[in-house]
């Protein structure tokens, strides 16, 4: 039951040119999308997230898109860096029980060449 | 800045043992959870835990797992008698809603769980 899914396991992107991560969801009922990092042996970072009424958070270098009639979200990252290689997780939910649990994708491992 | 904490950062067991994981969740959240990634696979969602009682479960958080906050900071997740299977990484994570508004739930570090 992969609710929400990221296809590209792996991407590679020039330093300083836009990295972009995609991520597609089924569930219609998911109201708050986010983005996370995540490095080797360590837990998922925070980056960016936004909420099922917009359609565009920008935080600094990195923005996310949200396109809900597709079911679909992107995270660009402009322009990379070195230290932006990492693990990237999308992440859906909506309020269950009081709580919002979070559904995560496979992950795209980007790689960002010097 | 807060950090969610989970000891210890590696833990390996025999099979049919019993695990009690640790997290001390940043002092002011009230949402606590914990997630499972096993090697090579997606983070998945165990157990979320409000005022004191489980709020929702996944179909892996079966009778051999149980949660508790014993006091004030800690949250532990028990597995009673664990499985190979049952080898990953557990992360706790903590959010504070406000008014049902979501917010980014903050995960810790890890603990390694090995099952041999």
């Known amino acids: 039951d992969q609710q929400v899914k990221q296809n590209s396991p792996s991407l590679s992107v020039q330093e300083g040119r836009i990295s972009i991560l995609n991520c597609d969801y089924t569930?219609?009922?998911?109201?708050?999308f986010l983005w996370y990092k995540k490095y080797p042996a360590e837990g998922p970072t925070f980056l960016i997230s936004?909420?099922?009424?917009?359609d565009k958070n920008e935080d600094g270098r990195f923005t996310v898109f949200l396109n809900k009639s597709a079911k679909h979200l992107s995270l660009h990252i402009v322009p990379s860096q070195p230290g932006d290689s990492a693990v990237y997780f999308c992440?859906?939910?909506?309020?269950?029980?009081?709580?919002?649990?979070?559904?995560f994708g496979t992950g795209t491992r980007l790689k960002v060449l010097a | 800045e807060p950090e969610v904490t989970q000891t210890p950062s590696h833990q390996v067991t025999q099979m049919g043992q019993e695990v009690i994981l640790r997290c001390v969740p940043i002092?002011?959240?009230?949402?606590f959870y914990w997630y499972r990634q096993i090697l090579g696979q997606k983070v998945e969602f165990l157990v979320s835990f409000y005022n004191n009682e489980i709020s929702e479960k996944s179909e892996i958080f079966d009778d051999q797992f149980s949660v508790e906050r014993p006091d004030g900071s800690n949250f532990t997740l028990k597995i009673r008698s664990t499985k190979l299977e049952d080898s990953a990484m557990y992360f706790c994570a903590s959010d504070n809603l406000v008014a049902g508004d979501p917010t980014e739930a903050f995960f810790g570090q890890g603990t390694r769980l090995t099952v041999v």
């Open positions: 936004i909420s099922s009424i917009k």
């Open positions: 992440a859906a939910s909506a309020l269950t029980s009081g709580t919002y649990k979070y559904i």
């Open positions: 002092s002011n959240h009230l949402y």
């Open positions: 569930n219609s009922m998911f109201d708050y």
